[in-house]
T-cell receptor
């Protein structure tokens, strides 16, 4: 797996956009970028994934740079319930995905 | 529609005691995993299974054993608990892929908080 680097913590005001960066400079051509989050002691929750195009779903948007060496997860209107640890993971398609390394993630704190 | 269920949710053990954590999934998934998560850290893979009757070591397997006698159940055993095994344990399952990114299909249990004193 490619190694990822995330800031340990970030704050965001409620209602504003939260932009969480992730560096993955050694990513391979067949590796996807996944984002998960973990809300206080619960099991990780899948958010979004992408290969090279920007992606959007009901939870978030994922922006991947053209060289694919970094990406940004965007929560467009953060709420207090979005306070969680966010994990950026890179993993090749059709591999044993459960062996992915979660790393330490970014602790996002959404403040009123 | 239970998904992934872990039993028990909390447990306190004395050093040297043994116990078994149960993970049960009702989605007919092929792959199952056991992770541990220490305070302020990410998940680390202990053992995993790619099918009934098969298991393999993950990143931190020492001190743990596993069994997958039935497809829906994955058991994690601690033969002689140590304080270093105090952690939150998560189980996950996912379906073997057929041309789709597998990690999107991973389902996690709610965790088992284990304290070894």
């Amino acid at each position: 797996d490619a190694k990822t680097t995330q800031p340990p913590s970030m704050d965001c005001a409620e209602g504003r956009a939260a932009n969480l960066p992730c560096n993955h400079s050694t990513i391979s051509g067949n590796e996807y970028v996944y984002w998960y989050r973990q809300i206080h002691s619960q099991g990780p929750q899948y958010i979004i994934h992408g290969l090279k195009n920007n992606e959007t779903n009901e939870m978030a948007s994922l922006i991947i740079t053209e060289d694919r060496k970094s990406s940004t997860l965007i929560l467009p209107h953060a709420t207090l319930r979005d306070t969680a640890v966010y994990y950026c993971i890179v993993r090749a398609k059709n591999t044993n995905a459960g062996k992915s390394t979660f790393g330490d993630g970014t602790t996002l704190t959404v403040k009123p | 529609n239970a998904g992934v269920t872990q039993t028990p949710k909390f447990r306190v053990l004395k050093t040297g005691q043994s116990m078994t954590l149960l993970c049960a999934q009702d989605m007919n998934h092929e792959y199952m995993y056991w992770y541990r998560q220490d305070p302020g850290m990410g998940l680390r893979l202990i053992h995993y299974s790619v099918g009934e009757g098969t298991t393999a070591k993950g990143e931190v397997p020492d001190g743990y054993n596993v069994s997958r006698l039935k497809k829906q159940n994955f058991l994690l055993g601690l033969e002689s608990a140590a304080p270093s095994q105090t952690s939150v344990y998560f189980c996950a399952s996912l379906q073997a892929g057929q041309g789709t990114p597998l990690l999107t299909e991973a389902f996690f249990g709610q965790g088992t908080r284990l304290t070894v004193v």
